[in-house]
C-alpha cells in the first residue's frame, strides 16, 4: 500500500470512525423504547396495571358491594359514572408509581442501573426515558378501561383537556415518588412500601370508597394526596361536567415538583 492509499484510508474517508456519544434525544428515545417493551413484557407488572383495575370497575359496578353516590337511584350505569374515573386514577397510581417503582429498584439491586450510569444517558434522561414508557403503558390503560366502561353503561361529560392535564400530571407526580422510592430503597423494601401504599390508597384515595364516607377530620388530610386530587379532579369532569379544576391540578402540580426534585436529587444509581 503506498502512502497515498494509507492517507486514503485513515483519513476522512467514508470508513472513518466516529467515535462519541449518540445525541441525547435519540439515547432517550432509545432507552424509552427498550423500557415499554420490558414492562409490557412482565406479566407481574401488566396484573397489575391492566387486570386489576379492570376487574375492579367490572365487579364494582355490576355489583352492589360498597355504596357509590350516584344521580338516580340504581343502575349500573349509574355506578359505573363515579367508578370509572376513580379507576382512571388506579391505573396511573398502578403504572406511574407502584410498577415503576417495583422494576426500578429491582434493577438497581442487579445492577442495571450501575451499567447504565457509566453511559451517556444522564441521570435526568433515564427518568425521562422511564416516564415516556409510563405514558405508552397508560395511553394503552386508558383506551382499554374507557372501552370497558363504554361497555358497563358509563356516560362522560366535560372537557377532555382537562382530562388529559390532570392523567398528566398524576403521571409526573406518581413517576417522581415512584423513582424516589426506588433510587432510595433496597429492592425489597421498595417492593413491599410500594404494595402497602398502593393498597392503602385504593382504599383512602377516593377511588371506589368515596371521601365522604371517611370522618371530617381525616377527609381533610385525604384530600390532599395526589390519588384524591386525580380521582376527584377526573370525577368532577367526567361525572359532573365541571370546568377546569384548578384545585386539584394544583396539588398534582405540587406533588410533581417535590416528587421528580427530591427523585433528581437524591436517585441513586447502586
Not at 427498550?34 to 407488572?45: D, F, H
Not at 375492579?56 to 337511584?73: G, M, R
Not at 453511559?119 to 433515564?126: D, E, H, M, T, V
Not at 372537557?159 to 424516589?180: I, K, N, Q, Y
Amino acid at each position: 500500500m503506498t502512502a497515498t492509499e494509507a492517507g486514503a484510508v485513515t483519513g476522512t474517508g467514508a470508513f472513518a470512525p466516529r467515535p462519541g456519544a449518540a445525541p441525547l434525544p435519540r439515547m432517550i428515545r432509545a432507552q424509552a423504547a427498550l423500557e415499554t417493551r420490558m414492562l409490557l413484557r412482565n406479566g407481574e407488572q401488566l396484573l397489575l396495571t391492566v387486570i386489576i383495575p379492570t376487574l375492579l370497575l367490572v365487579l364494582f359496578s355490576a355489583v352492589d358491594i360498597v355504596a357509590v353516590p350516584t344521580d338516580t337511584a340504581g343502575g349500573a350505569g349509574k355506578a359505573v359514572d363515579f367508578l370509572a374515573p376513580g379507576v382512571l386514577a388506579l391505573a396511573v397510581l398502578s403504572t406511574a408509581f407502584t410498577g415503576q417503582a417495583i422494576a426500578t429498584g429491582f434493577e438497581r439491586r442487579y445492577g442495571v442501573l450501575k451499567r447504565l450510569a457509566v453511559s451517556p444517558l444522564p441521570r435526568w434522561g433515564l427518568m425521562t426515558a422511564k416516564t415516556c414508557a409510563v405514558v405508552v403503558t397508560e395511553v394503552l390503560q386508558v383506551t382499554l378501561l374507557t372501552a370497558v366502561a363504554f361497555a358497563l353503561g358509563w356516560s362522560p361529560h366535560g372537557d377532555p383537556v382537562s382530562v388529559v392535564a390532570l392523567l398528566a400530571l398524576g403521571t409526573a407526580a406518581f413517576s417522581g415518588l415512584g423513582l424516589l422510592m426506588a433510587g432510595t430503597l433496597r429492592a425489597e423494601a421498595t417492593l413491599a412500601a410500594a404494595n402497602l401504599v398502593f393498597l392503602l390508597l385504593l382504599v383512602g384515595g377516593g377511588v371506589i370508597v368515596p371521601l365522604a364516607k371517611f370522618p371530617e377530620a381525616v377527609r381533610s388530610v385525604l384530600e390532599f394526596l395526589p390519588i384524591s386530587a386525580l380521582s376527584d379532579g377526573l370525577r368532577d369532569v367526567l361525572q359532573h361536567g365541571a370546568g377546569v379544576p384548578w384545585a386539584d391540578l394544583g396539588i398534582l402540580a405540587g406533588w410533581a415538583v417535590v416528587g421528580l426534585g427530591a427523585a433528581a436529587r437524591f436517585f441513586r444509581w447502586e
